[in-house]
């Protein structure tokens, strides 16, 4: 009778093949092709291929077919890396920006500031936010009729208003007007300063600190002058083109201006 090699015993289970793990061609990863003996450090990935620097500053280019390199000394297969999701774009105020939404029609809530130039710093830094719930800023030019326009602007649920009033410290003219405001749904906040100027932090300037300017000499006035920044015009151009986000600013107005927002914007 003829006898038959089958080799191997032919029940038994066959080797699994090793997989070859496959890493990212991120710049700075060292890989060498085992053909050629070339080892160096990832430098691009350009149409299938990856470029690779040696110590010595050669490069080459190698195709990234599957388990042609080592790492290591262990086979492994290059591909090409993963983009990173790009970072969202935050504004000025710090918040995400929303993009491609066009501005709301104005809200009925609104916000007041004082004077001009409050309006134009508010803008400066939280208009994205402001023109994305809809929220007008609105100049007051002082605060002394405020309790009168309160009540002319007849606050409701839907309807409501948040004030900010520069100088609201303890026994200030400022603090005793606001006292007489009590609708609960009228908010007001400030900050101490004794203009909204003062809030821009002295180092976006270029300055050690804001002058102190005596009493009875108009303040923005005395600045200019101890600055050299001729009239306050000027010197409301300079501030205000120096301030590009909200880390420019004194934590006092940061605080107060995002409480209004926060108080006009909830849904009612």
């Given at each position: 009778m003829r006898s038959f090699n089958y080799g191997k015993d032919i029940?038994?289970?066959?080797?699994?093949?090793?997989?070859?793990?496959?890493?990212?061609?991120?710049?700075?990863?060292?890989?060498?092709?085992?053909?050629?003996?070339?080892?160096?450090?990832?430098?691009?990935?350009?149409?299938?291929?990856?470029?690779?620097e040696d110590a010595a500053g050669r490069r080459r280019l190698f195709p990234m077919t599957p388990a042609a390199f080592l790492i290591d000394g262990q086979p492994v297969t290059l591909v090409r890396p993963v983009a990173a999701p790009a970072a969202p774009r935050v504004s000025a105020s710090g918040s995400v920006r929303v993009e491609g939404r066009r501005a709301r029609t104005a809200a009925a809530s609104r916000i007041w500031v004082e004077g001009i130039h409050d309006a134009e710093l508010v803008e400066r830094v939280w208009g994205h936010d402001l023109r994305v719930e809809g929220i007008v800023v609105e100049p007051l030019h002082g605060v002394d009729e405020l309790a009168g326009l309160v009540a002319e602007f007849g606050p409701a649920p839907n309807r409501r208003l948040g004030v900010l009033v520069d100088h609201l410290v303890a026994g200030s003219k400022e603090s005793r007007l606001v006292a007489a405001v009590t609708d609960p749904n009228v908010l007001v906040t400030g900050h101490p300063y004794v203009d909204v100027w003062?809030?821009?932090?002295?180092?976006?300037?270029?300055?050690?600190?804001?002058?102190?300017?005596?009493?009875?000499?108009?303040?923005?006035?005395?600045?200019c002058a101890r600055l050299g920044w001729g009239e306050p015009a000027d010197g409301w151009r300079r501030v205000l083109a120096s301030v590009k986000g909200f880390r420019d600013l004194e934590s006092p107005l940061l605080g107060a201006v995002e409480q209004l927002i926060d108080f006009v914007t909830v849904p009612s």
């Open positions: 029940l038994s289970t066959p080797r699994k093949r090793r997989e070859v793990p496959e890493v990212a061609a991120d710049v700075g990863v060292v890989a060498e092709d085992p053909d050629s003996g070339f080892c160096g450090a990832v430098v691009r990935v350009e149409a299938g291929s990856v470029l690779l003062q809030a821009v932090k002295p180092s976006v300037l270029g300055i050690p600190e804001w002058p102190v300017i005596p009493k009875g000499t108009p303040w923005k006035e005395g600045v």
